[in-house]
């Protein structure tokens, strides 16, 4: 941000001033509100304070659309952005982070690449929930493409109060939190977990509320609160294997075999039968494994993770409603329809009508030559 942007940008309270390091890299601190909120009014968005720790940056200009919320809570250990924009053109943003940080990002779409010094890059580019750590004393790396859309809510925590935030004992938490908490957990993601209508519920009635000022950001807490219920709630159902449990290792293979072909084929999934004959189990002993280990039956995840795509497929607007029906296994648009419907609570229709790209038009495909 230039000298003469930042002049310009409202008096934040409590600000701290970056480092002369950060300065000179251009980085700062994932948790410094004035850089978030005012980092691109230089060039590309106009912003309004709507409540006294609540910043709005309007897209607009040079190309963009749309709006993002940026808010500071009152104890300054996470800040919350909620995006709903198309940015003008790919953006950069670096961050040096002086202790660990917790993300949480629960995205109806996204393309956004996270790159932790020393570790392998963390890619967001479909419609999920994901729980990442960020050590501290690492240079990171925020890469946005631009002309597409972000819609979703992206929360950065202090990992040192993440449990006192919302009064959990250590022992509440899931075993991979409790490594991270205690700064033993590696760089990169903790846990990812696709959305169900529940959760892509909430990220649409977050970003679509009507309420304004102080009221927003009581709604905004508590929204981010229940997505952090539903998070660790997941990885509670999401068991790891810890010390001897070798009994529990057999059951785990069994499932991860069983998920990998069903990633292969779930548009057309195989008979249940015969997969467990071909990783070597009985189908009873499967499906129970399997719901143990993720948390959801081999049927729902099929159709989870069929609903998942189409939701990317309807959001890329380049297929009919009845090509994306095919693309993910139906042989009837009715069909698909139904099962769409009841699975993330609109039509496929409303769908990319109300969450397609800014910059795509939403009128009827030309037929191809």
């Not at 952005?81 to 629960?106: K, Q």
Request: glycine fraction near 6%; charge should be positive; charged fraction near 25%.
């Amino acid at each position: 941000m230039s000298k003469r942007s930042r002049q310009s940008s409202p008096n934040i309270e409590g600000k701290r001033k970056p480092s002369r390091a950060r300065q000179n890299s251009g980085a700062w601190s994932a948790l410094d509100f004035e850089q978030e909120a005012f980092r691109a009014t230089a060039d590309q968005t106009e912003f309004k304070r709507f409540s006294r720790n609540g910043v709005r940056q309007f897209l607009a200009r040079a190309g963009g659309h749309g709006t993002a919320d940026v808010v500071r809570f009152a104890d300054n250990d996470v800040i919350l952005t909620v995006v709903n924009c198309v940015l003008p053109a790919s953006a950069s943003w670096r961050y040096d982070n002086d202790e660990p940080l917790i993300v949480l990002r629960a995205s109806l779409c996204c393309d956004v690449t996270f790159q932790v010094e020393g570790a392998a890059p963390m890619i967001f580019n479909r419609p999920e929930v994901t729980l990442a750590c960020v050590p501290g004393g690492r240079m990171q790396v925020v890469d946005i493409l631009g002309g597409v859309r972000q819609q979703g809510i992206i929360a950065v925590f202090r990992a040192s109060t993440f449990a006192a935030r919302y009064d959990l004992r250590f022992e509440d938490l899931p075993t991979v939190m409790q490594e991270v908490l205690a700064g033993s957990g590696a760089a990169g993601r903790i846990a990812s977990f696709p959305l169900n209508h529940r959760i892509a519920g909430l990220i649409a009635d977050t970003i679509d509320s009507p309420l304004e000022s102080e009221l927003r950001v009581v709604q905004y807490a508590g929204r981010l609160a229940e997505l952090v219920a539903y998070t660790l709630d997941a990885m509670h159902r999401t068991p790891s294997l810890r010390g001897s449990a070798l009994n529990r290792r057999r059951d785990v293979e069994l499932a991860n075999s069983a998920i990998e072909r069903l990633e292969r084929d779930y548009r057309k999934p195989p008979c249940f039968v015969k997969l467990a004959r071909d990783i070597g189990t009985n189908q009873n002993k499967l499906k129970a494994v399997f719901k143990d280990v993720f948390g959801v039956t081999m049927t729902d995840y099929c159709l989870e993770r069929r609903m998942r795509e189409a939701q990317q497929l309807l959001l890329e607007a380049t297929l009919t409603i009845a090509q994306v029906a095919e693309r993910v296994g139906y042989k009837h648009q009715s069909s698909f329809a139904a099962a769409f419907s009841s699975h993330v609570g609109m039509s496929p229709r409303d769908y990319r009508q109300h969450r397609a790209p800014f910059s795509l038009p939403l009128g009827p495909i030309p037929a191809r030559m």
